[in-house]
């Protein structure tokens, strides 16, 4: 029954910022998904007898992938899969199953934000017992195997039924089919006063929240509509397709300008929201106002503890380095511990492991906690209802007065999409050689305080992860960084993120871009960007 067979390695396997993300025809290649796969369980010991947990975004050839780690992981002595039902799971669903049923580890199948289709985006990615993302340490042995691997081995058990709840045995292993949302839905209500939020519902307050057609439809659906009572309706574009509606799924201010252009209408309801592929990311957008994902980081620590799970306060707070200060502002007046990580929620898992953190965020649209070990899209919008619903005013008034007793941080984020490879590269090198020299030097009126390259050091297994952003810092604490993606497909792309610091509440309602202006100009004259990629403009600002 277990058939080993003859591979050559792929080149081209290395995990990026959130697993091993490529074109589905790429995937399709013969033997790619089963030299990855194999990779993974080679890049793993001890395993043998114990579950895995399996379940991905519903995009286009997940179905297919399931089937094929049904197989390879039978052949590779594992005891139980645990496989959401139709191959479903979120991201944090996912996460807290790997958890809840003290699995081994977890395959997700996810290419998250990116679009999904025939010609479109796929991802694996492997999370470890803890239920967060394989640390640097396991991604790099997994990009070792699957550079020298021979041979893979898996098990004829046939196309397993992934849509029938209930336990079959196949390939000595057994699979075991799981409500995807079941469990994730317990784990909110455990958080949250789910009572209250019912109450902020029946008093009127509407929500519009948007699943981008993607996987968080089913647990809004039962969380908003089903459990606490939101008006039917509440959810949109609920149904996960396998090209998520031919858009993109992600949550920002151009792919779900629909949603921006309805929270900025006069008819707008008190909140909106949405959440990307895999249900990891949040957007939030109040009446007339969309919160920066970093503003929004540093209110939910402001006011966390409205939440039964967070009463007794944060241990610390943890957000990744091109993230906005707005939060290291909070965790300075509660008098708790701040933490800069490289981008990626990797890094998150053991500051919360060793429960230095307990809130953590980054920049691109994730939040989350120690309730699990990935950033998690409906959690993060339920403690915003939590707040709503108990400070009893409307975003607008909650993120103003944020400003006022905080300070506002300005910020923004320019993407330059699919550039070709060999100029985004040059541009990082030139930057790099030229860091050196900028101390002192000024732009623009703005004068340069420190340049350098970030590195990590891992407080607590003390590993050093180099080269994670390029940070130039100004007199006053404005601030640019410049890094290439870690999870595009096609060419690269280059993100650069602006922020100033503004004290003074008097200049708290200037347009974002037009406050970043100066800085803007001055990231140009340093770095060359419209040189370097040939564009006068970026293809994203959020
Ligand atoms: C991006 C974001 C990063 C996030 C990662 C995965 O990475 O910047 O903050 O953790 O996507 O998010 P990069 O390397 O492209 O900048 V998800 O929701 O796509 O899994
Ligand atoms: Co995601």
Request: aromatic residues 8%; hydrophobic residues 40%.
């Amino acid at each position: 029954m277990i058939r080993t067979v003859p591979t050559k390695p792929f080149d081209d396997q290395k995990p990026g910022t959130s697993g091993l993300r490529k074109k589905v025809p790429e995937f399709q290649q013969p033997n790619y998904v089963e030299n990855f796969v194999q990779s993974i369980f080679d890049a793993l010991d001890g395993f043998a007898g114990k579950t895995l947990v399996l379940g991905g975004d519903g995009r286009f050839y997940n179905r297919e992938v399931i089937q094929k780690v049904l197989a390879i992981a039978a052949a590779n002595g594992f005891g139980k899969v645990m496989v959401g039902q139709g191959g479903i799971l979120s991201t944090p669903a996912a996460s807290n199953v790997i958890r809840k049923y003290k699995a081994f580890g977890g395959i997700i199948l996810s290419a998250s934000h990116n679009p999904g289709g025939p010609k479109e985006d796929f991802g694996i990615k492997y999370n470890v017992e803890n239920g967060g993302p394989a640390p640097e340490k396991i991604t790099n042995a997994i990009f070792a195997k699957s550079k020298t691997i021979s041979q893979y081995r898996i098990a004829d058990i046939g196309g397993i039924d992934i849509d029938k709840p209930g336990t079959v045995e196949a390939g000595g292993m057994t699979i075991e089919v799981i409500d995807p949302v079941k469990d994730y839905a317990e784990l909110m209500e455990s958080l949250f006063d789910f009572n209250a939020l019912r109450r902020l519902f029946e008093s009127g307050f509407r929500m519009r929240f948007d699943s981008m057609h993607a996987v968080t439809g089913p647990y809004a659906k039962e969380i908003f509509e089903r459990r606490l009572g939101a008006a039917d309706g509440t959810c949109r574009n609920f149904r996960p397709l396998p090209d998520f509606g031919g858009h993109h799924p992600d949550p920002n201010l151009v792919h779900a300008k629909h949603l921006y252009d309805e929270m900025m209408s006069p008819a707008a309801p008190d909140f909106g929201a949405a959440s990307d592929g895999d249900g990891d990311r949040n957007l939030i957008i109040g009446k007339g106002i969309f919160v920066t994902p970093s503003d929004s980081l540093a209110l939910l620590c402001a006011n966390a503890t409205v939440a039964p799970a967070y009463k007794k306060g944060l241990a610390g707070i943890a957000r990744s380095m091109p993230t906005s200060g707005a939060a290291d502002r909070v965790a300075e007046k509660l008098g708790i511990g701040i933490y800069e990580t490289p981008t990626g929620w990797k890094f998150f898992g053991n500051l919360l492991d060793a429960g230095m953190a307990t809130i953590c965020g980054e920049e691109s649209s994730g939040t989350g906690s120690n309730h699990i070990r990935e950033k998690d899209g409906l959690w993060a919008v339920l403690l915003w209802l939590s707040i709503l619903a108990a400070r009893g005013e409307s975003v607008k008034e909650i993120v103003e007065k944020h400003w006022a007793t905080y300070g506002r941080n300005y910020y923004s984020r320019h993407d330059y999409e699919e550039v070709e490879a060999s100029r985004a590269n040059a541009l990082i090198d030139e930057l790099r050689g030229k860091l050196a020299s900028l101390p002192a030097t000024t732009v623009r009126g703005l004068t340069v305080e420190k340049a350098d390259d970030f590195s990590y050091h891992d407080p607590v297994d003390g590993s050093v992860s180099e080269h994670q952003g390029i940070r130039i810092l100004f007199k006053g604490g404005s601030r640019l960084v410049l890094r290439l993606s870690g999870t595009g497909t096609v060419g690269a792309t280059l993100r650069l993120y602006i922020e100033r610091y503004e004290a003074d509440p008097a200049k708290h309602d200037i347009e974002t871009q037009e406050a970043l202006a100066d800085l803007i100009a001055a990231a140009d004259d340093i770095a060359g960007i419209r040189k370097h990629t040939g564009r006068d403009k970026p293809s994203v600002i959020t």
